[in-house]
């Protein structure tokens, strides 16, 4: 379950990424936060790990500060530092929208709530990082394109979740709706996602965060097939870059292991990535609370 967290946060922050921002922060109505249970009981699937909005109410299992700091800001996991123990302890939240409030103020909302509970302080900075940026390649597109869904009503706070599990034969995610992502051996397949959350899923497979430079904008299927010599350097990089703990010599077999293989099978369906420099927004965390005040 380590593995599919990191994949969780990339795509609820792209499903938050069009909010504007409201001129003065939201909150929400009450909120609880509890430790989550231990590994052992995730990876033995007794927890569920995920996002869940629904109606008025909001659900998140077993993410870090760091985590929930990407949400509130809308940034990845790599756009965010501060001391260890924002990647350390896990939380869960259940926490209940304001009648009126609209769902484009759900990442303000967490960020209110960060900065109560665990009196988070932060400054914003821009740095340059090595990326892989997803683009079209020379070979012809090969991607379906699903047709668009129907227009919500824009005052309801959608439904919103996102689960799955991972462990050495793979990783499988549900974001509903249809929309999923495979990762299993030799094969990658998705369903129903926008370049943006399949940029923000394969970056935990690489050495590199990965930005989508495609410009394509829907929805879309495709399968491609991964050379067996990446597949387990691939599935390594995620459990590292979900903050999983490996041994030694399993951690070294992700060493020098890049996203050629990954950018090679793209190329099957018309995509590459492309290695390049590119600026990006960063929070800092300057100060803050490890444990949260009581609710």
Known sequence: MHVVKSFVLSVTAAAMAAAQTAPSRPAFEVASIKPSPNASEIEQGKVAVGVHIDGAQVHVASFTVKEYLGIAYRLKIAQISGPDWISQDRFDISATIPAGANSSQISEMFQTLLADRFHIKIHHDKKEFPVYALVEGKNPLKVKEEPPDPSPDPAAPPPFSVSGGGSVNGVNINYGNGSTFSFVPNTVEVHKLSMEQFAGIIERFTDRTVVDMTGLKGQYDFKVDINSEDYLPMLIHSALN????????????????TAAGLSDALQQVGLKLDARKAPLDVIVVDDGRRTPTEN
């Open 242 to 257: 979900a903050g999983v703990s490996l041994p030694p010599e399993a951690a070294k077999m992700a060493e020098g292991h």
